[in-house]
C-alpha cells in the first residue's frame, strides 16, 4: 500500500492545500493529513478547528485518513507505516526551506519527499495571509474551502 504524510499546521487549511492534496490523490492509496502538535507557534485556529476543516473538507474521500502528531515527522511516517511526505512548493523560497528539511527527512530514515507545484493562480495563497485578511475583518472566502468558510468558530 502506498501511502504518504501531508504535515502541515493548516491554520487554516487553504485551497493552496487543497490543490495540492487533490492532485497528488491518484499517487497514493492513503494519504494522512497530519496535524503537528509540538510547534512553538500560537495558531489563529484551535485544534479542534482546524481537525474539523480538515475532516468536514474530505469527508467523501475514503482515501484521506486525518490526523495528529507529535515529536518528528520521520518517526510518524515509520509509526503509519507511510514511505512518502507529500509537501507543496509555491515559490523558491518554499523550496530553499523544504530542500534542507526534505534532504535531512531522508538522510534519517530514507523517507522521500514529494513535491508538487501549486497550480497556477494558487501561490499568492497562503494560511498566513488568510490570517493576516480575516485577522483585519477582510473578505477570505475566495482563498479557503467551504468549511472553513462557513465555519461555526
Ligand atoms: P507548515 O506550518 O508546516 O508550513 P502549512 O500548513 O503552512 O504548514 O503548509 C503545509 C504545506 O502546504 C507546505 O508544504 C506548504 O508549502 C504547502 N502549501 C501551503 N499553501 C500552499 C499553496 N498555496 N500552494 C502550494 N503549497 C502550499
Redesign the pocket.
Known amino acids: 500500500m502506498r501511502k504518504a504524510v501531508?504535515?502541515?499546521?493548516?491554520?487554516p487549511l487553504?485551497?493552496?492545500?487543497t490543490?495540492?492534496i487533490e492532485r497528488a490523490l491518484p499517487l497514493f492509496d492513503e494519504i494522512i493529513l497530519a496535524i503537528?502538535t509540538n510547534?512553538d507557534?500560537k495558531y489563529m485556529f484551535s485544534l479542534e478547528e482546524r481537525l474539523y476543516f480538515l475532516k468536514e473538507t474530505f469527508k467523501e474521500e475514503p482515501k484521506i485518513v486525518v490526523t495528529t502528531y507529535s515529536g518528528l515527522t520521520v518517526d510518524f511516517c515509520k509509526e503509519q507505516e507511510a514511505g512518502f511526505i507529500l509537501?507543496?512548493?509555491?515559490n523558491s523560497k518554499?523550496l530553499e526551506f523544504?530542500k534542507t528539511i526534505g534532504q535531512t527527512n531522508y538522510l534519517m530514515s530514507g523517507i522521500d519527499t514529494v513535491f508538487?507545484?501549486?497550480a497556477s493562480g494558487?501561490?499568492?495563497?497562503?494560511?498566513?495571509v488568510v490570517r493576516d485578511v480575516r485577522r483585519h475583518g477582510g473578505d477570505y472566502n475566495f482563498m479557503v474551502p467551504d468549511a472553513v468558510k462557513n465555519s461555526k468558530f
Open positions: 501531508f504535515p502541515g499546521s493548516f491554520d487553504t485551497l493552496g492545500h490543490d495540492i503537528g510547534s507557534k509537501r507543496g512548493l509555491r518554499d523544504e508538487f507545484i501549486n494558487k501561490s499568492h495563497i497562503s494560511s498566513t
